[in-house]
């Protein structure tokens, strides 16, 4: 698998959460990453995203001041933290690498690879 991504689980609302996702082979540096997520029956969404060097990074609205994306080059590896959760956090996510390095913005058509995704469920 190029691109794993784990730390998925069930929770109870309001407990943490932290996912992370490697890339074992495919090009990390000098490339946006970041998670997407999609609920069942629902479009995937954007989530979070990070710029190479870690100064720029963006957040979905519904996610800012409880979760945190960053990013270990060394490792080849991004994070996601995820605090507060909530019920309608509830969804498959998915890790992404970018094509290149395009800062703030970070959508579906910026993104050269995909992670399997992982199961978060958060109950109420």
């Known amino acids: 698998v190029q691109l794993q991504a784990s730390g998925g689980g069930f929770v109870q609302a309001g407990d943490s959460l932290k996912l992370s996702c490697e890339a074992s082979?495919?090009?990390?540096?000098?490339?946006?990453v970041g998670w997407f997520r999609q609920a069942s029956g629902k479009e995937r969404e954007f989530v979070a995203s990070?710029?190479?060097?870690?100064?720029?990074?963006s957040y979905a609205d519904s996610v800012k001041g409880r979760f945190t994306v960053s990013r270990d080059n060394a490792k080849s590896t991004v994070y996601l933290q995820m605090n507060s959760l909530r019920f309608e956090d509830t969804a498959v996510y998915f890790c992404?690498?970018?094509?290149?390095?395009?800062?703030?913005?970070?959508?579906?058509?910026?993104?050269?690879?995909w992670g399997q995704g992982t199961q978060v469920t958060v109950s109420s």
């Open positions: 992404a690498i970018g094509r290149y390095d395009s800062g703030v913005y970070f959508t579906e058509g910026h993104v050269d690879y």
């Open positions: 990070i710029s190479w060097t870690g100064d720029v990074v």
């Open positions: 082979t495919i090009p990390f540096s000098r490339r946006t």
